[in-house]
């Protein structure tokens, strides 16, 4: 027989936002005893409810005696330090424990029936205005809703992190869509994947060979393989991973998938699937750049020997011969990739191009794909730069400002770090550039590819179709870093110089045991680095790591260094995760309406648990809803990928046979160019001497190349 326990929840020891697991302190009902431990699952609490439990006393080997409950169902607090306590914990937005304090003392026991009947009243507490007044009238309501979408959710064995979401796009109507077709929310709310609606179709009764499980699976299938960069599957392929993925007979999914077709969910062509967006931008890609090589610049520049030897005397140098190829071919194309190493002059190049076009009188415009990468160039030309989507004028919910009905105003656009560019924004990009504007992409294409779908400059270098310059002498400044030295040994597949006696900026620390890697890194972050070097520990330095997981992975290194490096109080906690003023966070997803984009790292300036939101300072200041703070992670260590565009003071990266699936060559070479003063790689030689030697990239699916030789 179940036991029942009633009481009021003092504190919530643990919640875990996917499964709603929840762990807490109780007063049970009628007794000053000593507070109870209860656990089980439980949609949003807040300390201050009052909770009936159904379940069953145990005894935890290691926690002692818990009431462990299998259902539960809430009522509101009856006394007025409960409902001071209950409206004082976060629970609606308007509301902390001050304002709570105030209304308490005013309304006494009737508070939640004054807000709950006559909200209006509020007005008469003293302080309250009636733009507070109607935040909390919104919050109560939506919070009334946002419990009924959580227990629907709970009841159907799903998570409780989204249930803010799920009401914020759909309202009051939310559960009657969810029962609906549950496939929606992975179309329509970003975090809940294909997986979270399929567990609620099943649960609702939907047939597993149902048409319409069919085609989301297949969606859900292509939808994976973008975020691993491809940007389509052969169809065999797909057909394979959606019968894995669905555990269906595989005779039902050339059905699903010619469905599926003609609806316009996805894009056939000849062996190749795509998700239209993919397969228009991939399309729109090679139609533009065909169109601009097709047409003709304005502005001849004549005798360029004599140009060229009026920048070396203008900016006082010498250029190398590899060096004047790329100027000439800047001169004579409508279109040119221009890529190298670190050392290799880039940046000495493109400001000459610049300054050879200004000379003509041509408008030359310069932009980046991150805001950090724009902000460098900016520095190093003197010049404007923007984000492309800063420069193409994204405005949200209506798209790029700039396209080919309202194209650029430019004579030249140079764009830098174009191996960061995926295939949707470099569509978006090259459908703006008029017909008779000079295009040149600057990039390292031995980087990572972009973390978006598609390996665009590469495809485009592979082509054939646009003249390539590669630059390839390292100049004797640069030959004086071992940080630019060892980029270009372990591109080459060369050992990189370890020793640290005659180091100066490249240092190697061999340890194999994971725990004490991570100490190390804390300590160079914390202490030794700080120290020697005088560098601000979360400003000028960065940790980057090859992988998410595991004991040197970022999501426990970030856990480390946060305690270590920002010891103000946590004012808030999300899952597992704990946000304090003054934080390094990264925003992990592009938020157009925010203007901030995946891999910006900004710090946490202000948080406010009263109004229930998070102001961070990238370049500008941003305001975050809690309920949209999974778009933030912190960025004490973030993944290699996450990096790119950006430069950092000082890197440091562990490197154990732990990551072994992911040492990858082009990871390593990524992470060290990151870095513009100090390179400190811990770890173990094995390791090192494992991504040295793997050169294998892991191949996307694209079909640009092909696109751009036909």
Request: aromatic fraction near 8%; proline fraction near 5%; charged fraction near 30%.
């Amino acid at each position: 027989m179940p036991e029942y326990l009633e009481g009021t929840i003092e504190r919530i020891t643990y919640q875990s936002e996917e499964t709603g697991y929840t762990v807490a302190r109780l007063q049970p009902k009628g007794r000053r005893q000593e507070l109870v431990t209860v656990v089980g699952q439980m949609a949003s609490i807040s300390p201050g409810e009052s909770v009936r439990l159904e379940g069953f006393w145990v005894n935890h080997p290691q926690y002692g005696r818990q009431f462990k409950f299998t259902k539960y169902t809430t009522v509101y607090p009856v006394t007025v330090e409960g409902i001071c306590r209950y409206l004082g914990s976060g629970l609606i937005k308007g509301i902390g424990p001050v304002t709570a304090g105030r209304i308490v003392r005013h309304f006494g026991i009737k508070t939640l029936e004054i807000i709950e009947k006559n909200p209006d009243r509020l007005i008469e507490v003293p302080g309250m205005g009636p733009k507070r007044v109607e935040i909390i009238r919104r919050g109560w309501k939506a919070q009334k809703h946002i419990k009924e979408v959580m227990l629907f959710l709970q009841s159907h064995e799903v998570s409780t992190a989204y249930a803010v979401k799920i009401y914020k796009q759909y309202g009051d109507e939310a559960i009657s869509i969810v029962r609906e077709n549950p496939y929606r929310l992975e179309r329509d709310i970003w975090g809940i994947g294909f997986l979270t609606a399929d567990r609620i179709a099943q649960s609702l009764g939907i047939e597993e060979d149902s048409p319409e499980r069919i085609k989301a699976g297949i969606r859900y299938v292509l939808n994976q393989a973008t975020e691993d960069g491809h940007v389509f599957l052969p169809r065999e392929e797909l057909l394979r991973a959606t019968e894995e993925a669905l555990k269906v007979d595989p005779s039902l999914l050339p059905r699903g998938l010619e469905k599926l077709t003609k609806e316009e969910g996805v894009v056939v062509e000849d062996d190749r699937v795509y998700l239209p967006p993919f397969y228009l931008a991939e399309v729109g890609i090679a139609r533009s750049l065909h169109r601009l090589l097709s047409s003709s610049s304005p502005y001849e520049i004549e005798d360029i020997e004599r140009q060229i030897s009026h920048l070396e005397r203008r900016f006082g140098i010498r250029y190398e011969e590899s060096q004047k190829e790329a100027i000439r071919t800047a001169a004579e194309s409508k279109v040119m990739v221009l890529t190298g190493g670190p050392g290799t002059g880039k940046t000495t190049i493109t400001k000459g191009i610049i300054r050879l076009f200004e000379d003509r009188g041509m408008q030359v415009l310069l932009c980046s794909p991150t805001g950090r990468a724009a902000k460098r160039l900016s520095e190093v030309t003197g010049r404007e730069a923007k984000t492309i989507h800063r420069m193409l004028g994204y405005k949200p919910d209506e798209g790029f400002e700039r396209n080919q009905d309202n194209p650029l105003r430019a004579d030249a656009l140079i764009v830098d770090e174009s191996s960061m560019i995926d295939t949707i924004l470099m569509h978006n990009l090259l459908k703006a550039i008029p017909d008779h504007t000079k295009l040149i992409l600057v990039g390292d294409v031995d980087q990572l590819p972009s973390v978006g779908a598609g390996n665009v400059l590469r495809d485009i270098i592979d082509s054939g179709l646009v003249p390539v310059v590669r630059l390839t002498h390292i100049f004797r400044q640069a030959r004086e870093s071992h940080i630019v030295v060892n980029a270009h040994r372990i591109n080459q597949g060369k050992f990189p110089y370890i020793d640290n006696r005659k180091a100066r900026d490249f240092f190697f620390v061999e340890e194999k045991d994971p725990e004490r890697i991570v100490q190390l890194i804390r300590e160079l972050c914390a202490e030794r680095l700080p120290r020697r070097y005088g560098y601000d520990p979360i400003e000028d330095i960065q940790v980057l790591c090859p992988m998410y997981k595991g004991q040197t992975g970022a999501i426990h290194l970030n856990r480390v260094l946060q305690e270590s490096l920002n010891p103000a109080p946590s004012l808030w906690r999300r899952g597992e995760t704990e946000y304090k003023i003054g934080d390094k966070v990264m925003q992990i997803r592009n938020n157009y309406e925010k203007g901030v984009f995946n891999g910006d790292i900004g710090r946490i300036l202000a948080i406010d648990p009263e109004e229930q939101t998070v102001e961070v300072l990238f370049d500008e200041p941003v305001i975050y809803d809690f309920g949209e703070l999974d778009e933030l992670a912190l960025a004490y260590a973030v993944s290699v990928h996450k990096a790119q565009g950006s430069e950092y003071k000082a890197v440091i990266m562990p490197l154990t046979t732990q990551h072994y699936m992911l040492l990858q060559r082009n990871l390593l070479y990524t992470a060290i160019t990151r870095a513009k003063e100090l390179v400190v790689l811990i770890g173990t030689k094995k390791a090192l001497g494992i991504v040295v030697r793997n050169a294998k990239i892991a191949q996307r699916y694209t079909a640009l190349s092909e696109k751009l030789r036909h």
